[in-house]
């Protein structure tokens, strides 16, 4: 019998019924990790997998990630096991520590099976940039369209069925884009509300720890058991008291008022999205919400992405700082000097997208540029945050789709005039609001258009992960869509 393809719950009550072992749930997973075909992997950890799940003899009846198998994105450090953030410039980084989100899945016995690629230091959207090249969509046997980015290598896997639950990070919308290309739950939880100690930075005001599962309710059970307070680690991260996450999903959805965004829905030009966008607001009615349209300065939405290129790259460029061949990084041989040294690590090791945007952050922020740039930047964020704050004032939750397109077609046959195309620009970058303004967020499917999921996105105020989750269990079983992966893989 095969174990693949099962939701954390599932393989929960198989685990404590002693139906199968973590050894047997582990050997499974990394027999079928050998045979993918999407370029979803920088490490496969089998003998670190094997030997811990094989520890594992009594079942844990209380603890739903006892014995479970799961990934993580590359650009969170695990002591022992190689790190690379799909970079040249740390082809050889083994951490000696682990990421806080690492150890408390330890500390629950899940078991780390493999770490996944990921765009480069997790800077860009498309899957296409890490160091061993492009990650595919599963769905799409063809190699035509990407899972999306930069979370590519755990969306591509959770998708495929091989493991029920995967690490990624957030800083636009970098898992819950690739959730809606592959048919997954994406959940980014507020700022703060996970400890980001031992995940590279991008840019930190924007980084969250996020992940996939394939159940709304599984969800709600890794993010009690990631979230919680880290004094020594991380000081952004919040003391707040964890919620019973998953005992408080049931779906109840009545007398909450709902936001659609007039502006965002305009621009959707898939008809796949339409017919689906519409199915969510009858089924939100249905289950006795109400919804409404609000208006979105279209300016603002439009000044998303410039913002976000603005902001984040600028972080980037003073985070990234000490990758110089010197603190870390490749020392290419027969420098002269420090600054030789430097040069050649920083030239060689890194590929030319992350170098332009290392320019583009360095420009913004020359000191005769501050103003115009950085600073502005910060203002016209300032702005997004209060209007979208000022609608959830007033509602519960503001439900958008996570993309324009059912697929991901942006392979290079695409014209820089569609990609800056002003309703593509919104339509394609709106869930930075989120990580703008650090609101929690998830992407659930609602759709299966010519073989291809989509999905649907839902976010609320701060803190407020519950309604969250609520609103996203009371859609996933009116669509049905519960579980849904790609079976066979990429074949």
Known sequence: MSYLGKTIEELHSLLVNKEVTPFELAKEAIEALKKDTTNALETICEKEALEFASSLSEPEVDNLFWGIPYVAKDNYATKDILTTASSDILFDYVPCFDATVIKKLKDKKAVLIAKSTLDELAMGGTGTTGHKGITY???????????????????????????????????????????????????????????????????????????????????????????????????????????????LVNGNIKGKKIAFIKEINAHIVDKSIVEAMNKVKESLIKLGASVEEVSFDEKLLASIYPVYMIISCAEATSNNANLDGIKFGLRVGDESSYQEVMMKARTQGFSEYIRRRFVIGSFSLFKENQEELFLRAQKIRHLIVNRVNE??????????????????????????????????????????????AGLPSI???????????????????????????NVAYALENEFGLKNIYCKGGNK
């Open 391 to 436: 609608i959830l004032n007033d509602y519960d939750a503001i439900v958008t789709p996570c993309a324009g397109s059912v697929k991901n077609p942006y392979f290079g046959n695409d014209s820089i005039e569609a990609r800056l195309n002003p309703g593509t620009v919104i339509v394609e970058n709106h869930l930075t609001i989120g990580n703008f």
């Open 137 to 247: 969509n599963p769905y799409d046997p063809t190699h035509t369209y990407k899972i999306g980015g930069s979370s590519c290598g755990s969306a591509s896997l959770v998708a495929q069925g091989i493991i029920p639950f995967a690490l990624g990070s957030d800083t636009g919308d970098s898992v819950r884009k690739p959730a809606s290309y592959g048919g997954l739950v994406g959940m980014k939880p507020t700022w703060g509300r996970i400890s980001r100690f031992g995940l590279f930075p991008f840019a930190p005001s924007l980084d969250h720890v996020a992940y996939f599962t394939r159940s709304v309710k599984d969800a709600a059970a890794a993010l009690e058991i990631l979230s919680g307070k880290d004094i020594e680690h991380d000081a952004t991260c919040s003391t707040r008291e964890v919620e019973n996450y998953y005992s």
């Open 443 to 469: 992407s659930i499917p609602v759709g299966i258009d010519e073989g291809f999921p989509f999905d649907a996105n839902i976010m609320t105020r701060a803190f407020d992960e519950v309604t969250c989750f």
